[in-house]
């Protein structure tokens, strides 16, 4: 008899593990879905996305930046609009990928939730024989993207503040208040946008970082020190990686300085201990997009929380959905 009920016992246990055993094998990115901030919603006025346009770079000689504009429906040429940057732009741009920018920018303006911008998509530099970074191949392997975005020196700042942004002030009426300016990225496009806003705050103070690699690709993982050594600078930075991001366990040894998630939470300590306005979030993802894709709304909401807002009960326009500008008339 207590052989039988220990197998009951044993039996039974097994069936409540198992679940959980299921769901660890799982992947984790699986969990993560876009909500509807990230996708087309009816009546919801849709911007335009200008480009591609090329950049020759002074900064690193010999090649070049391909970028493309999205230019809402709300743009009012006779308004400074604040602007969002983003690296590794083909990721972020894509109607089907895990982010899907445009629909977030959409909406989120639509519903007066963050302010009018113009959000710029740009590929790491390449030489002219050089291909065009893609979804498959990101340029580690094809382009500057190596050195542009892991260095951490002010070459990639230049790009930005020195290329790229008169450029975009010859075509739009861009707000010359750093405070509306912001920079994002993904892995090495994360750490190429805070570097930015580390270099040049003078331009650029809103940084938002997917699974940033803060690591030991070209000394990196120093940015806890810096922080620490540093006068603290006036910039605003959302964090987000998973506990299963690349964690440094390369040929059967364990590095720090090449753990993706532990180098996230070192700089987020030291930028706490600063005093920094910061943000963070950290999931269960792994090296993708996937989690920084379902909450890029959220993301976008909090780097942009301070717009300004009118609270005169009677202003009906502020209360209302942010329609495009009606078209002028010409006779």
Known sequence: MFQSLANVTLALSLCLLAPAATAFAQNPDDFYKLGPDSLKQAGVPTGELTGPHVLPSEAYPGTQHTYWV????????????????????????????????????????FR???????????????????????????????????????????????????ELLPALKQEYNISDNPEHRGIGGASSGAIAAFTVAWERPDEFRKVLSLIGSYTNIRGGHVYPEKVRETDKKPIRVYFQDGRNDNRGQRRNSYDPNWDWFYQNVRLVEAMTEKGYDINYTW????????????????????????????????????????????EPVTE
């Open 70 to 109: 999205y230019v809402p429906a709300q743009y009012d040429a006779e308004v400074p609009a604040s602007l969002m940057i983003f690296n590794d732009g083909h990721a972020f741009m894509n109607p089907e990928g895990d982010v899907r920018a445009t629909n977030v920018v959409d909406n989120l303006i």
């Open 112 to 162: 007066r939730e963050i302010p009018v911008m113009l959000v710029v998509f740009i590929n790491p530099g390449r030489t002219p024989e050089q291909p065009e970074p893609n979804s498959r191949e990101w340029g580690d392997r094809t382009t500057n993207r190596p050195q542009e975005y892991n260095a951490l020196d002010d070459k990639y700042a230049r790009v930005i503040t020195e």
């Open 283 to 326: 999931g269960i993802g792994q090296h993708s997009q996937k989690h920084g894709g379902a909450i890029f709304p959220d993301m976008l909401r909090w780097l942009w929380r301070d717009h300004p807002v009118s609270t005169d009960v009677n202003d009906r326009v502020e209360r209302s959905f942010q329609q495009p500008q009606p």
